[in-house]
């Protein structure tokens, strides 16, 4: 059986140092804050608002969400955005996205103050990202992921990482964070033929396709036996009670060293790299 990393365990060894954070922020005179701008209330967004509003109240970050109506115009859309971008007292500024069609981030992404930008969501970013920076945003999902890695002090040198997924919010970038880090990565997504073959020497597989039960146990029959599965995806199950992963957890599990969960995985890590990101934020404004 695969031991199964919790992200609660990964969560708390960050919750300690943004504790610590926020105290001498505070001394200082200043104060982080989260906004959340959402047009509409989409169900999809429900899980992750959930965990959001669940770490930041533990660690008393202020916190407050922007919502606007779903027929509303590109104009007010970015000028919402304007407003909550020039307020001296937000400190991390998170977009809900895909914005619904026909709205576009476009503005946003180029206008967005980079010390603010905290889910790597604007240009500066996201370049600095893919530039193998270790100075920037990170996107916190993809973040998430590395923190997993180093929790369990896995060296990503002469390590092959299969990454299942190539969003811009997930996939892309951490392929470039992992190939910073000297991993050598092999990039799938939901139209790539043989992945079974293409995780056959696989150390480490992350899948991020939002794609329920993408990976099966019988793709894994040639895989390493110590082999670390980590699970992004977030999928309505199929019954349609509660969330689950990418992963079909109950025929890949018995076959592989480190597994994580959905939920109980990735989501509370993410979460709290958010909470991170936005203290970090106000220690830039210092």
Known sequence: MAEIVKGAD????LKENITERLA??????RDAKLTILSVGDDPANASYERGIIKVFTALDIPHEKVVLEAGCSQ???????????????VTGILVFRPLPKPLSVEFAAKTIDPNKDIDCMGYYNQASTAMGSKDCFYPCTAEAVLKFLEYENVDLAFKNVVVIGR????????????????????CCHTKTADITDRISNADIVVTAAG???LLKGDMLKNAKKDCFCIDVGINM???GQGICGDIEFESVEPLVGKITTVPGGVGSVTSTLLA?????GAEMML
């Open 237 to 239: 199950r199929e019954d």
């Open 167 to 186: 969003s811009t919010v997930v996939g892309r970038p951490l392929v470039s964070m992992l190939i910073s880090r000297n991993a050598t990565v092999t």
């Open 10 to 13: 990964v969560a708390a060894k």
């Open 75 to 89: 104009d007010e859309f970015d000028s919402a955005f304007t407003k909550i971008n020039e307020d001296p007292t």
């Open 276 to 280: 991170e990101h936005v203290v970090r």
């Open 24 to 29: 001498k922020l505070r001394s200082s005179g």
């Open 211 to 213: 794609s329920r039960a």
